[in-house]
């Protein structure tokens, strides 16, 4: 429910459904100078914040949910399924696609469903590609010994941002995170060893760039256990970046730094 009226003094509010009525409990810092159309009760102290009571009627209030289209509400009901996407943001969005041309409205539908038909994982870093190898592991002009094992494609392009690093990328695909149910399995962790086996005569270092968290922490320590026995250099970025934030939303100076005075996990372990 909306309420469009300002109220300056307003620092919180409550909302109480009845079955004839919904009562609002506000509570103001001080006692409006102005005449409230309504029943209210509050009770007054100096050094206490005042409580008032407003009982409106339903009919008063506008219901954000209720459209006049079934076809409109579905497509608001879709586009708030998107991250960080509310309702009165898909919304806008709904009728900003209404006032395209068709023809832009159809290509925008063929482009989303061609990106999820035809999108393929580079086969060696599981990247996204159009190609079975992606550009960055079919470049010659890449440091093949160097391998940074990221989370996703947000941090394949925010390390490439930087123009530091010039090696290869395992993308894991998401981090060991038990309250969410994701374990080693369910990661590309498996195909990085079988390519740290395939490739150990040529890799000299593993640059683990995961987020700080602690589930980013917690799979740098399996990935570092699983990778010791080949006697792989194993590193991992600096902390230039605070602990709990994500890689993608590190600045690009920061992140570059990161990348070129990177420490070995080992001992980070031992200490």
């Not at 290509?107 to 190609?131: A, G």
């Not at 090696?167 to 060893?193: K, M, Q, R, T």
Request: contains cysteine; glycine residues 6%.
């Amino acid at each position: 429910m909306v309420y469009s009226g300002k109220l300056p003094f307003l620092i919180g509010a409550n909302i109480a459904k009845e079955k004839h009525e919904t009562t609002l409990l506000l509570k103001f810092t001080k006692l409006p100078e102005y005449g409230c159309n309504c029943n209210s009760s509050y009770r007054s102290a100096k050094s206490q914040p005042i409580y008032i009571t407003f009982a409106f009627e339903k009919k008063s209030f506008r219901i954000l949910e209720t459209f006049s289209s079934k076809l409109l509400q579905a497509a608001v009901e879709e586009f708030s399924r998107l991250p960080g996407i509310g309702k009165k943001t898909a919304l806008r969005l709904v009728l900003h696609l209404l006032k395209q041309e068709t023809e832009t409205v159809a290509r925008f539908s063929e482009t989303i469903e061609r990106l999820r038909r035809e999108v393929i994982y580079c086969k060696k870093c599981f990247n996204i590609s159009d190609n079975d190898l992606c550009e960055i592991c079919s470049s010659h002009r890449r440091d093949t010994s160097l391998i940074c094992v990221v989370e996703d494609l947000r941090d394949v392009i925010a390390i490439e941002n930087t123009g530091q690093y010039h090696g290869l990328y395992h993308v894991l695909g998401g981090i060991i995170s038990p309250i969410e149910g994701i374990g080693p399995s369910d990661l590309n962790i498996e195909a990085l060893i079988e390519r740290l086996t395939d490739e150990k005569e040529t890799i000299r270092e593993i640059i683990l760039a995961l987020s700080t968290t602690m589930e980013g922490d917690t799979t740098n320590f399996y990935l570092f256990r699983k990778i010791k026995p080949f006697e792989i250099k194993v590193s991992v970025i600096a902390r230039g970046i605070a602990i709990g934030n994500e890689i993608e939303y590190a600045d690009e100076v920061t992140l570059g730094r990161s990348i070129i005075n990177r420490t070995l996990y080992e001992n980070l372990v031992t200490k």
